[in-house]
């Protein structure tokens, strides 16, 4: 990125950046926690995605220092260099594959009780592509991701709008990522007792509300009601999507199956800024696709109201765990 000279080359980083990102790292990350446990899988996940809410916090403000320092490409030069130093050598000694490869059990050796949910389900991709609960996650993690990126590459003229001056905008974005935090904590907690279906509206409340609030509103208050409702959504669709596919389908078909469901995350991270960008060019405001963004969001919050809970018994085709047959 700090080489790029035309809209080509810019095409060119942006793709590689969201594939690493979002396509690469996220997927990894979370197949890893995924694997080591599975009762206390819900808070496992949020606690390693905090990451993502601090970074949230801290790099808008980094961002906005090394430019004003070094210039926009001294400051992707300063973030490769400093993704060199943290991420590589964390990736190179911490990261393993299951615990059962090490002679060792899932949720760090916690003994099972009598009041454990029902035994580990195993789906692989095909049966669970069949399950409604499998859309449904992905049409929230779609929304979310199409929604949230375009609201946050488009976050300083929406403030701009709404009257908020460049340096309240970055205090809200560190305001989102506090919120992000303390939600991703919250939920997971929440999926380790709860269906992750349950807690769908949740997200999607939040997300509805955040879309709403510039679409209608403007002045300090509506922009700290929209950064609080942005960074609850995140933060709680986070956790879900962290947990909920390994809560439903398993581990030993897990990569396959969120591979296929991060076609539809990246997807969103991917499209949802283009209506924003039509929007203003043809309105002049963001007021029309926010109001579709907020009923999409409401719809797909309803629709966790309708869709049942994927029977193991309908996993013809599954293959058996490799567990279940070294047993």
């Known amino acids: 990125m700090a ?4 809209a080509l080359m810019l095409l060119i980083g942006f793709a590689f950046l969201r594939g690493a990102a979002i396509g ?20 496992a996940a949020a606690a390693a995605s905090l990451g993502l809410a601090a970074g949230s916090m801290v790099f808008p403000q980094l961002i906005d220092f090394l430019i004003s320092r070094l210039g926009w490409r001294g400051a992707y030069l300063a973030l490769a260099g400093f993704v060199a130093l943290t991420i590589l050598p964390v990736a190179a000694l911490l990261f393993r594959d299951r615990p059962e490869k090490f002679g060792l059990s899932p949720d760090a050796g916690l003994a099972l009780t009598a009041k454990d949910p029902r035994p580990e389900p195993s789906f692989s ?15 929230a993690g779609f929304l ?9 590459l488009n976050h300083f003229s929406i403030m701009q709008t709404a009257g908020v001056a460049h340096v309240d905008a970055l205090t809200l974005l560190a305001l989102a990522g506090g919120v992000q935090a303390v939600a991703t904590l919250g939920t ?17 409340g939040m997300l509805a509300l955040a879309s709403a609030l510039p679409a209608f509103g403007g002045g300090v208050t509506v922009s700290w009601l929209y950064a609080l409702s942005l960074g609850g959504a995140y933060g709680s669709q986070q956790a879900i999507n962290a947990a909920g596919y390994a809560q439903y389908f398993g581990r030993d078909h897990l990569g396959a199956i969120r591979g296929t469901s991060f076609v539809f995350g990246v997807a969103g991270a991917a499209l949802g800024p283009l209506p ?26 309803a629709a966790a ?14 293959i058996p765990s490799p567990m279940t047959e070294r047993t």
């Open 3 to 6: 080489s790029v000279q035309s």
């Open 24 to 43: 690469g790292l996220s997927l990894v990350s979370q197949q890893v926690v995924n694997l080591w446990f599975v009762r206390r899988r819900g808070i």
């Open 125 to 139: 991709r095909q049966p669970a592509l069949r399950t409604g609960v499998f859309w449904l996650l992905c049409a």
């Open 144 to 152: 979310t991701n199409a929604v949230g990126t375009a609201l946050l």
């Open 188 to 204: 997971g907690f929440l999926v380790d007792r709860y269906e992750p279906r349950r807690l769908v509206p949740l997200a999607m």
């Open 276 to 301: 924003f960008a039509a929007s203003i060019d043809w309105t002049q405001s963001y007021a029309a696709v926010l109001t579709v963004c907020c009923g999409l969001a409401l719809l797909c919050g």
């Open 305 to 318: 109201f309708v869709v049942g809970c994927p029977s193991a018994t309908a996993n013809t085709t599954a």
